[in-house]
């Protein structure tokens, strides 16, 4: 962990380090390659994003090294800066995207560099700083986020082009008369119609504003309560952001899925089943692996076996829910796919102090429907 905070992983590392993780989920006892029942991907979403949250190797190494970019800016000119800036040729006042780094053989080279190699990621990063206003001293009007939907400049392209001062601070473009705050903002030419109706829209937005002459603007992480970076709150926004294709995209049900009520390879095991990623008789006959034939439940031989029959239907699984059911004294009726059975059974017990061993019921019925 030490390495990646400050240096960034070689592809064949993380191509390594990937493999083995993949051989630990899929591999047999053998030492071959098994099949693999859910994507990489999936596996490496967060838990409370409806994955499994093994971490994606890059994401974290690259979320490590962005906590330098937040430390710099944030940071006043503590040593380390000074150090840092002293090395690489780097002025502390400015922000790291305004500078070039010099000293191409220094690590922070590597870190500064990372707008231009990981752009995609950075624009994100970018995009969660935002200025909280103070005093208006440090923040530009036009290149910094400081009100919400992103910078001014982007969302008034037209009024951008034609301002004055494209670098003004808040408190340059904007002064106190009396008691009143008032924004002096000027241009190269007088406006168009269309440049009016921006502007228009620009001053509604401007008049909800509100300048603090005795605080100095403060940086804050727009993703965190207390406005703080942190690698997993940027590593959460990442995985939002990042593509699934068409994996299940899940919703609240892993509140009570992963609430260490039983083993965690139990849990596993039931997160398989709800994703109804179990290599079931059907599963194997589409992947052409058992003849059409034998694609029967393995239990009862009276209908063919998906994940819903074999764990919820079956009569021999019906017989041991029947049993958990009778000790909880409940009538019960399973509705659509395993996803739609966990969640209807998450509302069974509202009671306090039951809801635990009522959810420990639903962990351990699937876990003896397969034993069985
Ligand atoms: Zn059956």
Known sequence: MYYLNLFKMPKAVVTKITSLQSRFFWGKSDGTKGMSIVS?????KPKSQGGLGVRDLVLKNAAL?????????????PLWKRVVCSCNKLDSKKGLEKQQMKNTRSLWNTIGNLRFSE????????????LQLGDGTR??????????DGRLRDRFPNLYRVAVDKACTISDCSFWDG????????????????????????QTGLTKVGIRQSEV??????????????????????????????????????????????????????????????????????????????????????????????????????????????????????????????????????????????MTTFFCCNLVSVET
């Open 179 to 202: 008691y009143v705050w008032r924004w002096g903002l000027q241009w190269r030419r007088a406006l168009w119609l269309w440049e009016e109706q921006e502007l228009s829209e620009l």
């Open 40 to 44: 990489w991907s999936l596996i490496q």
């Open 217 to 358: 603007d403060k940086l804050i992480w727009k993703h965190d309560k207390e406005g703080n970076f942190s690698v997993k709150s940027f590593l959460n926004v990442l995985y939002k952001n990042k593509n699934l294709g068409q994996e299940p995209n899940m919703f609240n049900f892993y509140n009570n899925l992963w609430r260490s009520l039983v083993p965690p390879r139990v849990e596993i095991f039931v997160w398989f089943v709800i994703l109804e990623r179990v290599n079931t008789k059907d599963k194997l006959v589409r992947c052409g692996i058992l003849p059409t034939s034998e694609i029967t439940c393995v239990i009862c031989g009276k209908a063919p076996e998906s994940v819903h029959h074999l764990f919820f239907t079956c009569e021999y699984a019906w017989k041991l829910w029947g049993s958990a059911l009778r000790f909880w004294n409940i009538l019960w009726v399973w509705a659509g796919d395993p996803r739609q059975c966990f969640e209807s059974w998450i509302h069974g017990a509202n009671r306090k102090g039951e809801k635990e061993d009522w």
């Open 119 to 130: 752009a995609e990621l950075f624009s994100i990063f970018y995009e969660g700083m935002q």
């Open 65 to 77: 090294l962005f906590k330098w970019w937040w430390r710099f800016d944030k940071e006043e000119c």
């Open 139 to 148: 923040t530009l009007f036009w290149n910094n986020v400081w009100m919400k």
